[in-house]
Structure formats: C-alpha cells, structure tokens
C-alpha cells in the first residue's frame, strides 16, 4: 500500500502516485529540474502567460472596457490579472523602445556636438556684438547711477552721519542687480582655464557663481551643469530622462483612475476605477508596441501613426461608455474633458518633473 503512496516535495504531504499533480498545493508530481522547465515556471508564476493571457489580450484590443468590467463583477480567474497584464505589455513596449531610445541618445549626441562645434567659432556675429553692445551700455548706466547716489547721500552726511564707506556699500548694494540663484550665464574661457589648471570643483563653482550659502538644490545644479560642461554629452540627460519614464507610469496610472473617481463619483470604489487604468494603460503599450515592431519592418505613413494615436481615444470612449454605463454623448464629454486635462496638465507636469529629476541625478 505504502508503495502507491508519494510525499509532495513542496508541501510534505501524502498523496497516491498515481497523480500527476499533488491534490493538496498543485505541484507537478514528478517533474525534472531542466532549464525549459525553471523558464516556464518563471514566465507562469511571474507573467501568467498561459491560456488567459490569450483569452485576455484579444478582448483587451478589441472589446472596449470588457475585461474591466468582467474583473470587477467577480471574473478573476477567466482573465488575466489587470496588474499582471499591464506589467507583462509594458515590458514588451520599452524592450521594443529600448531600440529607438539608443538611436535618439546617439542622434542628439551628434546634434549637440556639432552645435559645440558651431559655437567655437572665433568669429563676432551681429547678434555678439549686439550684446557686448547692451552689457557695456548697462554697466555705464549702472556706473552713472552709483555716482549719482553717492553724490547725493555725501551731500546729506552731515544729516545722517554716514561714513564714507557706509555710503560705498549702499551705492553698491543699490545698483547691483539682483542675482538669480540659478544662474549658469560663466566666462566660458576662465572655466575653460580652470578645469586645464586642474583646479578644484569647488574653485570652479565659485568662478561659476555660486555662493557658499546657497541652498542644497542651487549647489546641486551648478555641480550639475559643471559635469555637463565638462562632457559636452546632452545624451546622457535623455538616457536619465528615459530610464525614468518606467518609474513614472507607476504614478500617472494612479493619477489618471483618481481623475476617473472625480469624474465617476458614484459609480464604484477607487480600486474599479484602477482596475480601468491598468486595462487601459495596458491596451495603449500594447497599441504602442504593435505599431513599433511594425515600423521596425516598414515605417507607416506619419497620417497613419496619427490615426493609431487618434483610436486611443476613440477607445476610451467606448471603454468608459461599456464600463460605466452611461450614454455615447456623456461618455464622449467625459473623454474628451479627461484626455485634455490628463495631456495638457498632468504630462506637461510630469515632464518637467522628469527633466529636472534627470538633470540633477544623471
């Protein structure tokens, strides 16, 4: 009897051998360790990628605000996870985008070393001299006005006691322009001399402009635009501002289910409202991902690219009419008003985030 019995290797309990799976947890009875074997297990346990990952895929591309709906009404085995689905399509998308990311790095290194190139030419050009013209026309009006009053208060000493020195600091202080705090506007060349000498960063800093009592951000982006001075690589910005762009979508995607709370009040809780963006999101890589291995093949016509990118949106409307129940015209207003509040403030927003966040840590 003992002999048509086998203890599972995972959870130790028994079980006959005449089954293939232990009835207890599901391990495979009898399976070899073999590299096709540790590969499949990776991709089931981590990307789902079996028999719902195919009766997913299809609905997400071709039914609107399906899988979403079936998800939150309790069909949670049926389909693939929206979590799961959004992680496994954006892999996909920024492996396929990891090609065009290495070209747009090289291609902007080249732009901007040509334009270094342009820029060392010695010779004056009008808009040069122009502006030699208004810096020296500025210091002279700058030079009358301290003289002026200097003038006026040693005229008034005897009413204020001021002394001679008091009465310099005043002029000075009065006439100077106030100095941005970020401001990387340098002598070039005594830069240039400096970084030959091998002069510290910190004596370069101050030739830059930087005071020692400037705040940690100000410090941070002149030592920034130092290391970019002394590179002349403006790729190596782009590549950080890529590299963040995954970390990001981690924030807009929440954002964008808490606009759909706004504008769905009462229709469900926040976590329906997310299990909408990740199937959304994930159809839009998906989109994105279909139409960049296409191009890799042959470029589609830019009206086309543009028609791809306009059915998104045709998407979401069909998408929000199907899950949140109302008519075409309401969903059409509510889309239209999300689309342009979610790419005219919050991608703008994040951008601008993304690039200073790449310009200090690249």
Not at 34 to 56: E, H, P
Not at 108 to 113: E, R
Not at 214 to 225: E, H, L, P, V
Not at 312 to 340: C, E, N, R, W
Request: charged share 20%; aromatic share 18%.
């Amino acid at each position: 009897m003992s002999e048509l019995l086998e203890t599972c290797k995972n959870c130790e309990k028994v079980f006959y051998s005449a089954y293939k799976f232990c009835p207890h947890c599901g391990q495979q009875a009898r399976d070899k360790l073999t590299v096709g074997v540790l590969f499949a297990n990776t991709i089931q346990n981590y990307f789902a990628f079996d028999a719902r990952f195919f009766k997913s895929f299809f609905p997400l591309l071709f039914k609107p605000g399906f899988l979403a709906s079936k998800f939150v009404a309790g069909k949670r085995l049926l389909y693939l996870h929206p979590a799961q689905m959004y992680l496994f399509v954006t892999i996909i998308f920024f492996f396929l985008f990891s090609f065009i990311q290495r070209k747009q790095v090289e291609n902007f290194d080249k732009k901007f070393a040509k334009k270094i190139e342009a820029n060392t030419d010695k010779s004056i050009t009008y808009e040069q001299l122009k502006d030699s013209i208004e810096l020296k026309k500025e210091m002279l009006e700058d030079s009358i006005a301290k003289a002026e009053l200097k003038k006026a208060l040693l005229n008034t000493q005897e009413l204020t006691n001021l002394s001679e020195e008091k009465i310099d600091s005043i002029a000075i202080d009065a006439t100077n322009k106030t100095k941005s705090p970020i401001s990387f506007s340098f002598n070039e060349a005594e830069i240039d001399s400096l970084i030959v000498k091998n002069a510290s960063d910190k004596e370069i800093y101050k030739s830059m402009g930087m005071d020692d009592d400037d705040n940690w951000f100000s410090k941070r982006m002149y030592a920034q635009a130092l290391k970019f001075y002394k590179s002349r690589r403006g790729g190596s910005i782009l590549q950080a501002f890529f590299d963040t762009i995954p970390i990001a979508m981690f924030f807009l995607l929440p954002i964008f289910a808490f606009m759909l709370k706004l504008f769905y009040w009462k229709r469900g809780l926040y976590a329906h409202h997310l299990v909408f963006s990740f199937y959304f999101f994930s159809f839009l890589f998906a989109t994105f991902s279909i139409m960049l291995a296409v191009n890799f093949v042959f470029l589609l016509p830019t009206g086309t690219n543009l028609l791809i990118a306009l059915s998104t949106f045709i998407y979401l409307v069909i998408a929000l009419k199907y899950f949140y129940k109302q008519g075409k015209f309401v969903s059409f207003v509510k889309g239209s008003v999300l689309t342009f509040l979610f790419m005219s403030i919050v991608i703008p927003a994040t951008v601008v985030v993304l690039g200073l966040f790449s310009f200090l840590f690249y």
